[in-house]
């Protein structure tokens, strides 16, 4: 079935008694859960996914996606939040997903359902048009410059990338990006690719030439004390990065 299949199954009925006015998601109350991973509550304190959702704009009934989701963190807090009315997507690429991983995200689906995980390389996403209310990239769109043979994760077209998903987002539609902070300038393919970091400009300016806006951007993991020249998985650092949490949206008009 394809990626288009999967998400129309997932909503077509919820598409026929979804409210005319979306309500705010019950974030806290998804990351509240008692069913909730220990090692998933053990990153709360540092990602502060409450505070984040909400300033992202995360509603009840939303269709979401998460581009490349990871161990399915914030994809099992968004699909609590947005009920049973709504549908994450999960996109990971198949490199990523060892047979334990695969054995974790089942598990995953147990717990909420309403999440499908989708084992595709971002640049072969095949994204149905106008389908998605929201979407999120969290620590993961410098990954769109990077590469790894070690990983079978090849050279991706930011911009094509981009241009697919703002065909995908319906009017109105929007787009959390957190990422780890590099210094301005540099070559951003040799910085992703050697410290996972990214320069928040070129976050702007990309989404700006795909034709979104930034509607409003947030502090709230932002830290002077971060080391930029270092990898983001040292242990000096890890957990504890000067992050950028950007709110973009697909025009309405």
């Known amino acids: 079935m394809t990626f288009t299949r999967h998400l129309l199954a997932a909503v077509a ?44 704009g995360l509603e009840k009934g939303d ?3 998460e581009v490349m989701a990871g161990n399915g963190y ?24 060892t047979e334990k991983g695969r054995a974790a995200w089942a598990e995953l689906r147990a717990r909420t359902p309403n ?3 989708q084992a595709q390389m971002p640049g072969d996403t095949a994204l149905a048009p106008r389908s998605l209310d929201f979407a999120l ?42 990422d780890h902070v590099a210094e301005a300038g540099g070559d951003t393919r040799k910085v992703a690719d050697a410290l996972h970091r990214i320069d928040p400009e070129v976050i702007k300016a990309d989404f700006k030439a795909a034709g979104f806006v930034l509607e409003a951007e947030s502090d709230l993991l932002r830290s002077s004390s971060d080391d930029k020249s ?22 309405k008009a």
């Open 137 to 178: 990239m969290h620590l993961t769109y410098h990954d769109l410059y990077w590469e790894s043979e070690q990983y079978k994760f090849p050279r991706i077209d930011p911009a094509a990338f981009l241009a697919k998903l703002h065909a995908a987002m319906k009017p109105g539609g929007i787009v959390g990006v957190v």
């Open 63 to 65: 269709r979401a996606v």
């Open 74 to 97: 914030y994809a099992e807090l968004m699909a609590r939040a947005v009920g049973p009315k709504g549908a994450v997507i999960a996109l990971e690429p198949p490199g990523f997903l």
């Open 13 to 56: 009925l919820a598409a026929l008694s979804a409210p005319l006015a979306a309500a705010p998601a019950n974030v806290a109350a998804a990351v509240a859960a008692p069913d909730r991973p220990e090692a998933a509550k053990k990153l709360d304190a540092d990602r502060k996914p409450v505070e984040v959702l909400k300033f992202l």
């Open 115 to 117: 999440v499908l995980l």
């Open 230 to 251: 270092k990898l983001v998985f040292d242990p000096a650092v890890r957990g504890k990065t000067d992050r950028v949490v950007y709110r973009f949206r697909k025009p």
